[in-house]
């Protein structure tokens, strides 16, 4: 029967192995197809152009860099005091059955699909703020506020977690010394579990960067800079989403060049989330 | 009562099974040097080796999948084509193969979006028999065949609410280039104009650049929507916005504008007045020939044609000049 074992062993190893390759693939596939175009433009014409006309030939990505930079900082705006106030009310204040209604309804914010997301924020958000604050409507501030309760779910979840694995006797002796809970919580649980926190923070952000199609239906994808949070704007994940459909030759490759862009960045934060995910643990 | 059954049953097998199990276990053990299983363990032997063996297996494994799945496909013997391109020519000709379905029973025709050029390029890949384009040909894409099926015009859109009913193609050129930003300088309430616009690519936008904006580009700064639809529902939301769509698309939630006096209408393409119009086109790689030839003289015949011209396009029958 070893020799059983050892086969699906292997196979489960070559099974395992094929997610991997596929990763592999589609990383070598992004980088051989973007980087002619890079070369040709120049990496910093590519990277700090601000005019992108593919139809002329030019290629500039800054201002997609710029957007893609200015939602995920609204995003956050909004994410990172909402999420850390619903995960302090879910770890510390809320009786365990309001825990169990309110819990399963934060997963589910991650089980809508963004498509519903997009719709929602097209037909309700997008006339209130051209209604309300003028401009488009499809707008920065428009995605940003869709995008913060997208991000909600990976903060609370991963923070929660955070605050759940810290060792009871941080608590009881807080409050041994006379803490108030607030006290407690702010100044001892919070700054203990801060590198999860923070974590979270990054996977979310990891998330608002990725997202497409919610942003394609609420941004509006004009590709100039933007100079307001009412303006238009096109970000990295968009601008591959729009318009790869009808694209050729030098104008694909240059689609392909901005995902090698979104890609550094995204795996960038991932490898921080990381990085700062495994600190906690040795500590 | 059965279920509690069925759980003693299962607990008991469970308390059971460990023993053969490990009977076989030990016995096993000393038939590790057969020769087929040393074969087999070579790649656990000496570990970073066995990775590397195993990658390369399935990295040569993986293409000859993939090129082996599309072979398979060429073996079904029912008669078949695929056309893909355009999205504006798509929803025609799905009413196309719908009818050319009906009168060829067994037959079938599958149509897909992608866009023109990713139809231009389908058509000389052979990935469809037959690509569709709402664009003229470019220099660079001539030994392929187009084929006029019929002719579409693009109309100006605005929301109902805006009074303008007429503007002329310099004042079009204006708003569109970003030099005209104000609807008070085109004749009505002070508002920032909000321009709407195809991306880059799509054979809607090209035919407008051609046509209307010439050498003047169009701004930045206009919000960029993928598809006729979506233009139409962003123009159909915002009072103060204007866009361009396919004629046979416009409906009661957006206005279309008269160009210079001249309203957009089959009777005013068909006499030449308005000249924004575009071709749709079939593209194939050579001489049509087989059911994707039957397909498209179906789609030239009165019938196919008449069926166009039901949905709001111009026939190619009728020059237009």
Known sequence: MELKEKIIGKSLLLIALSSVMILGLITFFIFEQGIPLISKVGPLNFILGERWVPSKGEFGIFPMIVSSFWVTA??????????????????????????????????????????????????????LVRDR??????????????????????????????????????????????????????????????????????????????????????????????????????????????????????????????????????????????????????? | MNRNCGLRIANCELEKAPNPRKIRFTQNQNTQQSPFGHWILVPGDYLGFGFLKLGILAILFLPLVLATGPLMGCQRSKPEITVAGSTSVEPFAELLAEGYMKNHPGSNIYVQGGGSTAGIVAARTHAANIGMSSRSLLPDENDLHPITIARDAI??????????????????????????????????????????????????????????????????????????GAIRQVVSNDPHTIGYISLGLVNEKVKAVKISGVEPSVANIEVGMYTLVRPFLFVFDAEPAGMAKAFLDFVLSPDGQKLLEKEGLVPATFKVR
């Open chain 1, 74 to 127: 609204g995003a956050l705006a909004l994410g990172i005091p909402l999420g850390l106030a619903c995960t302090i009310f879910l770890a510390e204040w809320s009786p365990p059955s309001f825990a169990m209604v309110l819990r399963p309804a934060i997963h589910l914010l991650a089980a809508i699909p963004s498509v519903i997301y997009g719709f929602w924020g097209l037909v309700i958000l997008v006339p």
């Open chain 2, 155 to 228: 109309a100006v859109i605005v929301h109902p609410k805006n009074p303008l009913n007429d503007l002329p193609p310099a004042r079009i050129v204006g708003i569109f280039s970003g030099q005209i930003k104000n609807w008070k300088e085109a004749g009505w309430e002070s508002h920032p104009i909000v321009v709407v616009t195809r991306e880059e690519g799509s054979g809607t936008r090209e035919t407008f650049q051609k046509l209307v904006m010439k050498n003047e580009e169009i701004t930045l700064a206009a919000l960029v929507q993928d598809s006729n």
């Open chain 1, 133 to 283: 604050l003028g401009g488009p409507g499809l707008s920065i501030l428009s995605g940003s506020l869709i995008l913060g309760f997208m991000t909600l779910p990976t903060i609370i979840s991963i923070s929660e977690d955070s605050l759940k694995a810290l060792p009871p006797t941080y608590k009881q002796g807080a409050l041994a010394l006379g803490a108030t809970h607030w006290q407690t919580i702010w100044r001892v649980l919070i700054p203990a579990a801060r590198s999860g926190i923070v974590a979270s923070i990054i996977l979310g952000m990891g998330r608002a960067v990725g997202e497409t199609m919610a942003m394609i239906m609420i941004l509006g994808n004009a590709v100039q800079m933007p100079s307001s949070f009412l303006d238009s704007a096109r970000t990295l994940t968009t601008n591959i989403g729009i318009e790869m459909g009808y694209a050729s030759g030098d104008h694909r490759q240059a689609l392909f060049a901005t995902g090698i862009v979104l890609f550094l960045i995204i795996m960038g934060l991932n490898s921080l989330a990381i990085f700062l995910s495994r600190r906690r643990m040795g500590s």
